[in-house]
């Protein structure tokens, strides 16, 4: 499998052996910026987070180049590291980048799975569906981004999957500010949306089971389309009415949810 990107955590990781500094200082900083603990475009303040974090500049560094290279950090000449933003054009551009790999990744995986990768593929799909009973909003993102990144890795193309775990990585981000409970108007609407989720996660593993690339390329694009209209829904209620991501009519024409 591709190098896999730890997915965001609940716990911090334990403090580094030694040789370890560069290895912790990324997986921390990296659980802080897809949890949204450090803000988007927010400056990356060097020295205040070696004396938090109890280790050199030097592994730091390292790590932050390493952030950069996933596109979670943006390194500035002589003005030190920013945290990627999430502003309308950066997620308007991974929203339909994510929609056509999404496509391409399920399409592969139904034409080139085998029997073990459905086996891993239906368990990570429990998995996630445990935590969305449970009401665990970071688990379910984790578990997510763990159940697509099976199915990525039965494609048998290790560019494709990198390229693809990158934006999965990035979608993480974004997800934990879409699935905010606030931002739903009540707890019927929320449980609403994820039975959306869960059902289109099942109809995508049955396609996949079933070998069938078109019908799972489309459920791909209803998955996508899914999660387009609730970061629409979201940021609308954040900011301003007049700021729209503008979603062309044949980008969503056809998308039924499962």
């Not at 289109?200 to 996949?208: G, L, S, T, W, Y």
């Not at 069938?212 to 954040?238: F, I, W, Y």
Request: a negative charge; proline letters at 3%; aromatic letters at 6%.
């Amino acid at each position: 499998m591709a190098d896999k990107p730890r997915p965001a955590g609940t716990v911090r990781p334990e403090r580094p052996g030694k040789g370890e500094s560069a290895e912790y200082a990324y997986r921390v900083l990296r659980d802080e910026i897809m949890s949204l603990h450090f803000a988007p475009g927010s400056s990356l303040d060097e020295a205040k987070v070696v004396r938090e974090l109890g280790i050199s500049r030097t592994p730091l560094r390292e790590a932050v180049v390493r952030l950069a290279g996933e596109g979670l950090i943006r390194l500035l000449p002589n003005r030190g590291a920013r945290v990627a933003p999430m502003e309308w054009e950066d997620i308007r551009e991974h929203l339909e980048a994510f929609d056509i790999t999404q496509r391409l990744v399920c399409r592969w995986a139904a034409a080139r799975r085998t029997e073990a990768d459905l086996k891993e593929i239906r368990e990570h799909c429990q998995s996630f569906r445990t935590a969305a009973e449970k009401q665990d909003d970071r688990a379910m993102a984790n578990l997510n981004w763990d159940f697509h990144a099976r199915i990525a890795h039965s494609i048998r193309n290790r560019s494709l999957e990198r390229f693809y775990l990158q934006q999965l990585t990035e979608n993480l981000r974004i997800s934990h500010l879409a699935m905010a409970t606030r931002f739903y108007g009540s707890g019927d609407e929320y449980q609403a949306h994820v039975k959306l989720i869960l059902d289109e996660h099942d109809a995508i593993v049955e396609a996949i089971a079933a070998q069938d690339g078109d019908l799972a390329e489309r459920l791909a694009r209803s998955h996508t389309g899914l999660a387009k209209k609730r970061v629409v829904e979201v940021l609308t209620q954040s900011v301003s009415d007049s700021m729209q991501i503008s979603l062309a009519d044949d980008e969503l024409k056809g998308v039924s949810h499962v």
